[in-house]
């Protein structure tokens, strides 16, 4: 059997990649149960990006994360629940889509909405883009795809399309740099939990998970 190129398809459920064997879609329904405070109080991600001068829900506190790796954007969806204004770079037209089309549906669903407000996405060079931002972010995320994720028996089977479209990370010292010059008040970086750091920078502190660990740089 001939496996097919993935391609985009609307459906009734939403826009879906599949290769006729695999299928992705994007759903943030599916993360409805981790958007309780209790639970985003125990996120590392959150954790990593607030530090001790945030707390996460607070009214009237919405600090500005540039996520410049977006991907499905199942990060940035649990950094806007925390409160956080979120804005989104992907530069694969075929992602950015998915993203896309999963964020209009959210922004319909009542439960979901709130926090799909909160969440801007942009198609284009998260790089270019951070060279010239207009102001200056309180975080800077960085979660890019690296060669060494791509033999992990830890990735789900729906993602390995998208590994067919986007391509591991080959400028990350630019990418890094990049954030660097927007002068965040803090980069996180996103990293398998014995991954080398992002362009060989050591970070200032990392928090660690079971299978991840976010590397924080302090500006």
Do not use: W
């Amino acid at each position: 059997m001939i496996e097919k190129p993935p391609a985009l398809e609307q459906t009734p459920d939403g826009l879906t990649l599949t290769d006729g064997r695999l299928s992705l879609r994007g759903d943030f329904r599916e993360m409805a149960r981790r958007l309780s405070r209790q639970n985003l109080a125990k996120e590392l991600l959150v954790r990593a990006a607030g530090g001790r001068s945030f707390r996460p829900g607070e009214p009237g506190q919405h600090p500005l994360v540039i996520d410049a790796t977006a991907g499905m954007g199942e990060d940035s969806f649990i950094l806007a629940a925390a409160g956080f204004t979120v804005r989104m770079y992907e530069y694969d037209p075929v992602i950015a889509a998915l993203l896309m089309d999963a964020l209009e549906r959210a922004r319909l669903d009542p439960e979901l909405s709130t926090v799909a407000a909160r969440m801007t996405l942009y198609r284009e060079d998260s790089i270019k883009a951070l060279r010239e931002l207009p102001e200056r972010p309180d975080v800077v995320f960085l979660d890019p795809m690296f060669p060494e994720r791509q033999k992990s028996g830890l990735v789900k089977k729906k993602f390995q399309l998208l590994q067919q479209l986007e391509r591991p990370c080959a400028d990350e010292e630019d990418l890094l740099n990049a954030a660097l010059v927007a002068t965040p008040g803090r980069i996180v970086i996103k990293r398998p939990l014995k991954g080398p750091y992002l362009a060989g920078r050591k970070p200032d502190y990392s928090l660690m998970g079971k299978a991840i660990r976010y590397d924080c740089i302090v500006l």
